[in-house]
């Protein structure tokens, strides 16, 4: 048996070989991201597209890329206009005459009015726990025919600037009428992204879970203060921005470090320091607040209902260990014993004591004094998500080791979602406890901190109920001075440790990566204006 | 023919209204989206109200009837998340999927079958156990592994090709060809490594047959005897597997594509499945079920091609 090679077929092999190096394999580099365009890796896949009537903070990062504020916070956490050129109060402190600056305009073209304002401001106070604080205060938002909205308060409120000028979700966008009228039940569509921010949405372009593209809304009319922030002139500098979703966190690593993407927005800890020592790249933490890991109660049935457990295993929590195992690096964690994020205004040291010294044996003590006796303890095991998978592997196995009977049951993130919203009792898959964190951004002051809330049906899930709690953040509220309020605030504290409606597991950052070529990338949310790509 | 068609497709029906009452009954057991949907903070009250305004709260009875009728008349629902059509998004997520199907299949056949023949005329050499070697070790590296490693060779160290993302041919066909083919290779890698086995085997087969010393009595010369007689009579399995091949990379490559950021049809099918985004995954496993019958029917068609012998 013999297989000939005659010389057609080594002059086709040789034509296919040719043929093969011609294609430029070189150009693999050219896929780099085109100059002017910021390729971006962000820390989630848009769907939602409505940012007034859902909290995720991808969906608010998008808000702030198209839409815009009357008020916005800077990087002290002042609060500045933004839309608005400036604000009357009255002397009773119950009218506020809010007028919008010149050359507002919708991405549509047609102008900016109050009252499409207004009634932004009301579809953001349906959802927004402080905005619903703000408008039960509130006998009228409307406007006088031009270009002022008009709040009128029915007694005073000291929050009604902060409130409209929020940092984090729900953020209070400004839309037109037709948006703004629409029920938060019903979601806003691709079609109908209109803002007046300083990107425009291409909704032509829109993947979702793929691609997101943005390009500059050359009519837009920044202001003149330097940006900080949310606040100031929002100048764009790029010609767009494109979010590219990654589902794996090898190949974001890879993209950034060829220079296919230009800004990873969250660099998980683990990978930092590889981030770090590549090459043409830098590493920076552009979130001072961080995040705050939270371990939330179920206040309404089985043993979590008893403050005591609670307390107990609070007490035995040790936050150092639970961020050593959940972050890992130090660089990228703090112990924080307040329930305000640390070096902030209102973070305390008011019996700081409880949480910053754990004792297992304490802890025994006071689970043994609350009555508990034995039965299942329900927690919603995250297992997608590795900052709370580690956390929860921590917590459950000191609960276990203070006598508790733990079921952790594992679980999707989406799983706990629908299964936390149930108020059922455990033996009807009713839930004890799970895992999550906020932006610092979310628990800057009692009011702001939805998690804070102790109104029962309508606090967060866990249902915390507490009159002593809701009537000092009331206080808080219609105080009037700060002093006024940090005092308020350390009071809240020591009932909240009282209560414990939740354990605070300390404070973790996750560090933007960024190639070297872009500059003037502001603190966190992620702005998008005020960057350079060279 | 025409009537084995009619047959096959009307059969379809029972088969894709099975698939339709499983997996609308299955995603209904875990529960509805309306915890997700409303958000973080979102009171029971508006968890409620969104539960309403999205219908979880009908009986499942009258939900299914609702997405039957329209998913008769064409319609597979909206994304509960964007609001966009299914179908638009199983439109704007095929391409990536079907080129990715195509040039692996191409790219699999083009090498495996020849190596298949090869180890079969060889069978019991060196070059024989070559490629089995090469068979297992393409079963048994996971795709994830393969991945990574031709995209630190060609991408990080060589910088030859890029990273990830996908570029529709129609768009820029130099950087399609760039950003296909280190997905193709590792997918490839099975493939080439299932179907040369099949090859293999099938030739070996038909080598030992009659006609096939017949036809080297005659003086045929080994290229003729290999492609024309035992090939073409080893075809039947071989085809089977290839059909059915395709119709794994229509829906089940998601980890090549998460690894190489491919937006295919198997990452949205996921990322549904992890929002729970019904009305997609509904609509995507008929999609999917509906290609498999597509694809088994071709196969089945093939057959009386290839070999004459068959008959329906």
Redesign the interface.
Known sequence: MTFKLTRRDLLAGAAATAGMSALPFGMGRARAAPSGVLRVIPHASLTILDPVATTGYIVRNHGYLIYDTLFAQDANLEVKPQMASGVEISDDKLTYRISLRDGLAWHDGSPVTAEDCALSLIRWGQVDGMGRRLFSYMESCTHDGTDTIVLKLSRPYGLVLQSIGKLSTNVPFMMPKRMAEKPTSERLTAEEQVGSGPFRFVGSEFRPGARVVYERNPDYVPRDEPASNAAGGKVVHLEGVEWINFPDPNTQLNALMTGEVDYWEQVPADLAPIVAGMPGVKVENFNPLGNMGMARFNSLVGASANPGVRKAIVRALDQTALLQAAVGSPEYYKECFSVFPCETTFANDADAGFIQEPDLEEAKKLLAESGYNGEPFVVLATTDIPVQTNYIQVIVDTMRRMGINVDAQAMDWATVLQRRASKNPIEDGGWNMFVTWWEGADLLDPVVQFAMSAAGDTAWVGWAQDDVIEGLRTEFAEAGSIDDQKEIARKIQSRFFEQNFHAVLGQFFTPTGYRDNVSGILEAPPFFWNIQKS | MPLLVLQRLVSTIPVLLVVAVIVFLMLRI??????????????????E??R??FGFDRPIWEQFLGWIVQVLQGDLGE?L????PVTT?IA??IEPTLMLALTTIVFSVLVAVPLGVLAA?RSGTWIDRAVMVFAVLGFSVPVFVLG?GF?YV???EL???????YTSPFVDP??F???IILPTLTLSCIYIALIARITRASVLETLNEDYIRTARAKGQ???TVLFRHALRNAAVPIVTVIGLGVALLIGGVVVTE????I?GLG??V??AI????YPIIQGLILFFALIYVVLNLIIDLAYTLLDPRIRY
């Not at chain 2, 998460?258 to 950021?261: A, D, G």
Request: hydrophobic share 45%; charged share 15%; glycine share 8%.
């Open positions: 875990s529960g509805d989206p309306a915890a997700i949907l409303a958000g973080d903070t979102a009171t029971s009250a508006q968890i109200a969104v309403q305004a994304s998340f964007t609001g966009l998004l704007q997520r005329w990574y995209m060609f991408s990080i910088r030859l090709l890029p990273v990830q993302g130099v950087a060809a760039q950003g010369v080994e290229r998460s690894v190489f950021n937006p990452r949205l996921v990322d992890t929002r729970r985004d």
